[in-house]
């Protein structure tokens, strides 16, 4: 199993981003699914998380900014950024509890970072 991020990049303040998240591999189910951050010098933090029907949470910091959803049928998570300011720049992370065909419990997965930008 292996969850692969994309989207990053760099923006200007007050403009939008879209991460991708997607999982592949031997899979038989996914829960829940969610997108943490790093920045430079700093702990990694939660962003946000999403469970298999729909229902979110996010960090007090990103909450009526970001949105996170998902395509279950692409075992897929996306990250929305909109109003980014250079506070937000960090290395993104998304992880996801799968469990693969030949399993019985739920892992953890994390997909390697992809590093967002906030610049003029």
């Known amino acids: 199993v292996q969850l692969q991020a994309s989207g990053g990049g760099v923006v200007q303040p007050g403009g939008s981003l879209r991460l991708s998240c997607a999982a592949s591999?031997?899979?038989?189910?996914?829960?829940?699914m969610g997108w943490s951050r790093q920045a430079p010098g700093k702990q990694r933090e939660t962003v946000g998380s999403?469970?298999?029907?729909?229902?979110?949470n996010y960090a007090d910091s990103v909450k009526g900014r970001f949105t996170i959803s998902r395509d279950n049928g692409k075992n897929t998570v996306y990250l929305q950024m909109d109003s980014l300011n250079p506070e937000d720049t960090a290395a993104y992370y998304c992880?996801?509890?799968?469990?693969?065909?030949?399993?019985?419990?739920?892992?953890?997965?994390w997909g390697q970072g992809t590093l967002v930008t906030v610049s003029s």
């Open positions: 999403i469970t298999s029907g729909g229902t979110t």
């Open positions: 992880n996801a509890d799968i469990v693969s065909y030949g399993g019985m419990w739920y892992r953890n997965y």
């Open positions: 591999g031997s899979i038989r189910s996914i829960n829940v």
